[in-house]
């Protein structure tokens, strides 16, 4: 335990996140206000891990049906009288209302959820890029070249990948024949 926190609570943070919180702790102040990106990071990744569920699923599958049972609810009187349409319209729109919502909010879930694993893997891959000796290191900032730059390196490793799996298939050839000659 560390001012009140377990290893593995500290451990998860970033070390400089972490002195300037036991900084803020010891000094007898409460915990540093989070921003509205961390609260927001927080949520929507929250929202994106429940929402992947078969429980949310189940969830929206009897939200339908709940709402098709709710049709005698809205709509009454006899079909074409005006109390029968403005009820049919009415039901329509409490699940048209909903689902626009729903839909609208979850765009921005999922971008940010999105936006921050594309920017994890990007970072992920630049490390190995920088790791690996020999590696060419401008691949590094791969996403920020243009639509042409991208299309060339493509070309360029399509070609590579032409010429190994050419050396590949003679190498294999050389070797099954002196498998046989054995």
């Not at 969830?59 to 403005?86: D, I, M, N, Q």
């Amino acid at each position: 335990m560390v001012n009140g926190q377990s290893q593995s609570e500290t451990s998860t943070r970033s070390p400089l996140l972490a002195r300037a919180t036991d900084a803020a702790r010891s000094a007898g102040n409460k915990e540093p206000r989070r921003s509205l990106n961390e609260v927001f990071r927080t949520f929507s990744n929250g929202t994106a891990r429940a929402m992947g569920t078969p429980w949310a699923f189940l969830f929206a599958v009897l939200l339908l049906v709940a709402w098709g049972c709710s049709y005698r609810f809205f709509v009454t009187g006899p079909s074409g009288t005006p109390a029968h349409e403005k009820g049919f319209d009415t039901w329509q729109l409490v699940i048209n209302t909903i689902t626009t919502i729903v839909t609208f909010l979850m765009v921005f879930l999922i971008q940010n959820t999105q936006n921050r694993d594309a920017k994890a893997i990007h970072l992920k891959l630049d490390e190995l890029i920088r790791a690996v000796e020999g590696a060419r290191t401008r691949l590094v900032d791969l996403q920020n070249m243009t639509d042409e730059e991208l299309d060339r390196l493509e070309k360029e490793f399509h070609r590579i990948h032409q010429r190994e799996a050419s050396k590949s298939t003679r190498e294999l050839k050389v070797t099954s024949v002196a498998g046989e000659v054995d």
